[in-house]
Antibody, heavy 122, light 106 residues
Framework: EVRLVESGGGLVQPGGSLRLSCVAS????????LHWVRQAPGKGLEYVSG????????SYAKSVKGRFSISRDNSKDMLSLQMGSLRAEDMAVYYC???????????????WGQGTLVTVSS | DIQMTQSPSSLSASVGDRVTITCRAS??????LNWYQHKPGKAPRLLIF???RLQSGVPSRFSGRGSGTDFTLTISSLQPEDFATFYC????????FGGGTKVEIK
């Protein structure tokens, strides 16, 4: 079974840091681009960050650029998101998602984790 | 930057109704448009990719159309399990979701 399992969420004070992890199973992890997507309370889905299969290329939403860092360890089938300088507006459920490319440009998210909740509050 | 505008933001419908949701991009995204269903406490579920291609395992009552800037998701006969929030997502450039359409029971 193809699976993604997030962990690391919790309560953090504004300005604080948190590291999220996503462990994969059931597929060849090193072959896939992975993204983080979040959903703030009462809001829609928002792309956060992405990393290609070998980790050489990363991208970030403008809202988190310079504060968040995405990485992966293909030897451990693990994706990470290091979050710093956290703000109230970063409070959300964070999902890791596998990007499946069907051509050189087009992809879709075919596998998602169950999400991990990050609460930013003093 | 590309903007994605989804409408309506919510709708009320009955079981058996035909429902259509619209997603408009601020510039052409060819057919790089996906649709997801999201229920509270669950992971989003892919329904349609490349604007009109039905994901494996998704019921045929779901269909997608469009290219360029205007896209639609249609549910031909709404079922009880379909009440959820639906999102479009473009993969032409930096990933971006539409604002969502919440489909509620009338």
């Amino acid at each position: 079974e193809v699976r993604l399992v997030e962990s690391g969420g919790g309560l953090v004070q504004p300005g604080g840091s948190l590291r999220l992890s996503c462990v994969a199973s059931g597929f060849l992890f090193s072959s896939y681009t992975l993204h983080w997507v979040r959903q703030a309370p009462g809001k829609g889905l928002e792309y956060v960050s992405g990393i290609n299969s070998d980790g050489a290329n990363t991208s970030y939403a403008k809202s988190v650029k310079g504060r968040f860092s995405i990485s992966r360890d293909n030897s451990k089938d693990m994706l990470s998101l290091q979050m710093g300088s956290l703000r109230a507006e970063d409070m959300a459920v964070y999902y890791c998602a596998r990007a499946f490319y069907y051509d050189s440009t087009g992809y879709f998210y075919d596998t998602w984790g169950q999400g991990t909740l990050v609460t930013v509050s003093s | 930057d590309i903007q994605m505008t989804q409408s309506p933001s919510s709708l009320s419908a009955s079981v058996g109704d035909r429902v259509t949701i619209t997603c408009r991009a601020s510039q052409s995204i060819s057919n790089y448009l996906n649709w997801y269903q999201h229920k509270p406490g669950k992971a989003p579920r892919l329904l349609i990719f490349a604007a009109s291609r039905l994901q494996s395992g998704v019921p045929s009552r779901f269909s997608g159309r469009g290219s360029g800037t205007d896209f639609t998701l249609t549910i031909s006969s709404l079922q009880p399990e379909d009440f959820a929030t639906f999102y479009c997502q473009q993969s032409y450039s930096t990933p971006l979701f539409g604002g969502g359409t919440k489909v509620e029971i009338k």
